[in-house]
C-alpha cells in the first residue's frame, strides 16, 4: 500500500498575525514561504526572500537571539516563544515578539508580532505625569492613541468596570461600545476557566503587577476565542490602583493549527489512531510505570494476512478501507485504558496496561475472532496474525518490540490467523 501523505497546507495569507516559514539548510535558515503581513511589516517583497538565507537578509538575527531559539527548536521539535525585544541591523529596527512551531515536515513555522507601537504606548504610560493619570480626560486621550493599534483595548477603574474600548473591541467581540461602557470585564467570561483562575489574575494586578496569561473568552455572539491577555496597573501619585490598562490579541487561529500540528505528529492520517511516534512514546511510558509501580504490560503486534493479495487483487483504494475498517473494529474491541496504533503499512500494535501475558493471549484471541467473523464491506474477508509479548524488567523498547514481532513472525510461518506468544 502507498504511504500516505504527511505534508501539511497552510493558507498563511488568511492568519492575522505576521507568519513565516523557514527549512534548514547549509547550517542556516532559508525562507521557504511568508504571508502579505510579513511584507507588509518588513516593507519588503516576498520574492526578495523566497530562497534565502535568514542570516543574510537580517544580519542581526543571531544578535537578536531568534536564530538560536529556531535552531533549538529544529533539533528537538520542542515550541519555544522569544519574549519581546529590539531586532536591529543597518536597515531595519523595531520591536518584535516570536513564536516558534515545528511542522511535521521538519520545517519551522514562526508567528510574530511588531510590537514597536506597543513599546511606544507602554513608554508613553510610562512617563506620564502623575497628576495626569488622575485627569479622566488625558486618560481617554490616551487611549486615543491606543486606537492605532489592532490589539483589543481596554480601560477599566480599580474594581474593574470599563471606562473606555477601542475600535478593535467592538470588532472582534460584537459588542457595541454602549454595552461595555459601565460593565465589569467579566462580561467576556466564557465559563472555560475556574474562579482559582480569575483569582490569581485579579490578586496579581491588585498588587500592581503586570499580568500576562492566555484566556479563552466569550463575543456577544457566543463564538469563543483565544486572548493574548496584558493588563497593566496605573497608579495615582500615592501608589493606589486607579486604573487597569488591558490589551488583548485574538489568537485563536495559531491555537487551532497548534492543536492540528500535534493532531498530525501523533494521528495516522488514513485511520486516524495513533501512529508509529505515539506508540514508541506510549511503551517508552508504560516502561517507566513498570519500574516505579511493577504493573505488568504487555503488547500485541498484528498484521493483515496474505495484504499484497488484497492489494494487488482490488487496488490500493480498497486496500485503504481495509486498513480503515480493520481500525475502527479493533477500536470498538479494546479497552479504553489500551493504546491502538498503526505501526506502518498493514501492520497493528496495541499497549495492554495491567495486563499479564495469559490474559493478554485471551484479548488476542477474542480480536482474531472478531476479525475473522467480519466482513468488511459486505464483500471482503480478512484474518490477522498476532504475536504478544509481556515486558520483563531491564528490556527496552526496542527488545520488546522485537520479541513481539518475533511472535507474529511465528504465528504466520504456523499458517496464519492464529496467536503467538513469546
Known amino acids: 500500500m502507498q504511504a500516505a501523505d504527511r505534508s501539511v497546507t497552510i493558507a498563511i495569507d488568511e492568519l492575522p498575525d505576521n507568519v513565516v516559514i523557514y527549512k534548514f539548510e547549509e547550517n542556516d535558515f532559508i525562507f521557504v514561504d511568508l504571508n502579505k503581513n510579513v511584507e507588509k511589516t518588513e516593507n519588503i517583497s516576498k520574492e526578495k526572500l523566497i530562497g534565502k538565507k535568514l542570516t543574510e537578509t537580517f544580519p542581526g538575527v543571531k544578535e537578536f537571539g531568534l536564530f538560536d531559539v529556531l535552531l533549538q527548536v529544529h533539533e528537538d521539535g520542542k515550541a519555544r516563544d522569544l519574549d519581546t525585544r529590539l531586532y536591529k541591523d543597518e536597515k531595519l529596527s523595531g520591536w518584535r515578539y516570536n513564536s516558534v512551531r515545528k511542522l511535521p ?64 473591541v467592538i470588532e472582534k467581540t460584537k459588542y457595541e461600545r454602549e454595552e461595555l461602557i459601565g460593565n465589569k470585564t467579566n462580561i467576556f467570561k466564557s465559563g472555560k476557566h475556574t474562579q482559582e483562575f480569575y483569582k490569581n489574575l485579579w490578586e496579581t494586578i491588585l498588587a500592581g503587577k503586570n499580568y500576562h496569561n492566555i484566556l479563552i473568552d466569550k463575543t456577544k455572539d457566543d463564538r469563543l476565542y483565544y486572548a493574548d491577555l496584558k493588563i497593566t496597573p496605573l497608579f495615582d501619585e500615592n501608589r493606589n490602583i486607579q486604573n487597569f490598562v488591558s490589551t488583548s490579541t485574538d489568537i485563536t487561529s495559531r491555537i487551532e493549527m497548534e492543536k492540528e500540528l500535534k493532531k498530525l505528529a501523533t494521528i495516522d492520517s488514513l485511520t486516524e489512531i495513533y501512529n508509529r511516534y505515539k506508540i514508541d512514546d506510549a511503551i517508552n511510558i508504560e516502561i517507566q510505570r513498570y519500574k516505579r509501580y511493577k504493573e505488568p504490560f504487555c503488547i500485541l503486534m498484528f498484521d493483515i494476512d496474505h495484504f499484497k493479495v488484497v492489494n494487488d487483487t482490488y487496488g490500493h483504494d480498497i486496500g485503504d478501507r481495509v486498513l480503515k475498517a480493520l481500525s475502527r473494529l479493533v477500536l470498538k474491541h479494546i479497552r479504553k ?42 464483500k471482503y474477508k480478512i484474518t490477522i496474525s498476532i504475536g504478544v509479548a509481556e515486558y520483563q524488567e531491564p528490556q527496552t523498547r526496542e527488545e520488546l518490540v522485537k520479541k513481539a514481532d518475533d511472535a507474529l513472525y511465528r504465528a504466520k510461518q504456523n499458517g496464519r490467523n492464529q496467536v503467538v506468544a513469546a
Not at 484479548?363 to 475472532?369: S, T
Open 105 to 168: 515536515n521538519g520545517e519551522l513555522i514562526v508567528f510574530y508580532k511588531d510590537m514597536t507601537r506597543c513599546k511606544q504606548m507602554e513608554e508613553e504610560l510610562y512617563y506620564l505625569d502623575k497628576e495626569t493619570v488622575l485627569e479622566r480626560k488625558k486618560v481617554q486621550l490616551l487611549a486615543q492613541a491606543l486606537e492605532q493599534t489592532d490589539d483589543m483595548v481596554l480601560i477599566t477603574d480599580a474594581k474593574g468596570i470599563i471606562e473606555y474600548v477601542n475600535d478593535s
Open 337 to 378: 485504558t489500551d493504546i491502538f496504533g498503526r505501526w506502518g503499512g498493514e501492520e497493528f500494535v496495541v499497549i495492554l496496561e495491567n495486563t499479564t501475558k495469559e490474559k493478554a493471549v485471551v484479548i488476542a484471541e477474542k480480536i482474531r475472532k472478531r476479525v475473522e467473523a467480519y466482513t468488511i464491506d459486505k
